[in-house]
């Protein structure tokens, strides 16, 4: 059982805004900035937003992400076929003195 | 190129061993923390440990906690999961992963994988 709390999956469909949410404690996301991977089935997770909302070069701007309070988000506009993939939130865990992950989203698009 | 390799995974028998190596290259190895996350099949990401640059430091998940370690040998450029009494629930991926920057855990850098699975 995961920390973050994230829903197991969510769809649309091309060109459509979709939103993955990410929901924490006062220890983890409240306290701490979030990142978000993204992963594609046989492959390692790439990172896709740090620090809450900065997008690492190479990262198209359509890949926004955002948090208040103990919660994040991660938004997809445009979206596109190749976005399928599963979508992790983490950030570090004060109490447990370690990164806490959510459990992933798998984007589908339909 | 800038990469993390990792190697070492096989299966193991539950209350066995297994020590895994991560070699580093493309950029200053001894610079960085560096940590093992592991995904177990159909599973979210979980993070295991971590070690800064000179070793003084090594942080664990409760759930591996006294059965693995985590060591470094800055000089062959290779972080080391030493992992031991193998249970059923330690099946998965092992990651490295390198943070983006000090003081961060934003991980920009993740090796390709190596599976253990604990089966009898």
């Known amino acids: 059982q995961s920390v973050l709390t994230q829903p197991p999956s969510v769809s649309g469909t091309p060109g459509q805004r979709v939103t993955i949410s990410c929901s924490g404690s006062s220890s983890d996301i409240g306290s701490n900035t979030v990142n978000w991977y993204q992963q594609v089935p046989g492959a390692a997770p790439k990172l896709l937003i740090y620090?809450?909302?900065q997008r690492p070069s190479g990262v198209p701007d359509r890949f926004s992400g955002s948090k208040s309070g103990t919660s994040a988000s991660l938004a997809i506009s445009g979206l596109q076929s190749e976005d399928e993939a599963d979508y992790h939130c983490a950030a570090w865990d004060e109490s447990l003195k370690g990164v806490v992950f959510g459990g992933g989203t798998k984007l589908t698009v339909l | 190129e800038v990469q993390l390799l990792e190697s070492g995974g096989g299966l193991v028998q539950p209350g066995g061993s297994l020590r895994l190596s991560c070699v580093a290259s493309?950029?200053?190895?001894?610079?960085?923390?560096i940590h093992w996350v592991r995904q177990a099949p159909g599973k979210g990401l979980m993070w295991v440990s971590r070690?800064?640059?000179?070793?003084?430091?090594?942080t664990y998940a409760d759930s591996v906690k006294g059965r693995f370690t985590i060591s470094r040998d800055n000089a062959k450029n290779t972080l080391y999961l030493q992992m031991n009494s193998l249970r059923d629930e330690d099946t998965a991926v092992y990651y490295c992963a390198r943070p983006k920057s000090t003081g961060t855990t934003a991980f920009d850098l993740w090796g390709q994988g190596t599976m253990v699975t604990v089966s009898s």
């Open positions: 620090t809450n909302s």
């Open positions: 493309g950029f200053t190895f001894s610079n960085y923390w």
């Open positions: 070690i800064n640059s000179d070793e003084s430091t090594t």
